[in-house]
Nanobody
Framework: QVQLVESGGGLVQAGGSLRLSCAASGRTTGSYAMGWFRQAPGKEREFVGAISWSGIRTSYADSVKGRFTISRDSAKNTVHLQMNSLKPEDTAVYYC????????????????????WGQGTQVTVSS
């Protein structure tokens, strides 16, 4: 089993930045594509971004493109989400997710494709 733990959430003013981290532990042998999702109160979970095992390929939701950046340190089993120019509408619980893959260039944007999830970290952006 793979355990994912997010950190780095908090309260920030609009226009500010936060850096979320997701640390994987447990049975991390093998290659994993990673993703970030978020869920605001009263709304469905939505895709934020994803990164392939190689770290070369990434994908972002249109709402965060140009403001958020995903990176990974596979040697440390850690994925980061750098969030800049934050807006009040970015307020949500952010979740990290992982799925075992067999090709270094693959990533997924659907939550149902992921096997492992973290407990989430709250991000609140004040106006």
């Amino acid at each position: 089993q793979v355990q994912l733990v997010e950190s780095g959430g908090g309260l920030v003013q609009a226009g500010g930045s936060l850096r979320l981290s997701c640390a994987a532990s447990g049975r991390t042998t093998g290659s994993y594509a990673m993703g970030w999702f978020r869920q605001a109160p009263g709304k469905e979970r939505e895709f934020v971004g994803a990164i392939s095992w190689s770290g070369i390929r990434t994908s972002y939701a249109d709402s965060v493109k140009g403001r958020f950046t995903i990176s990974r340190d596979s040697a440390k089993n850690t994925v980061h989400l750098q969030m800049n120019s934050l807006k009040p509408e970015d307020t949500a619980v952010y979740y990290c997710a992982a799925v075992r893959i067999y090709s270094s260039g693959i990533y997924y944007i659907r939550g149902d494709d992921y096997e492992h999830w973290g407990q989430g970290t709250q991000v609140t952006v004040s106006s």
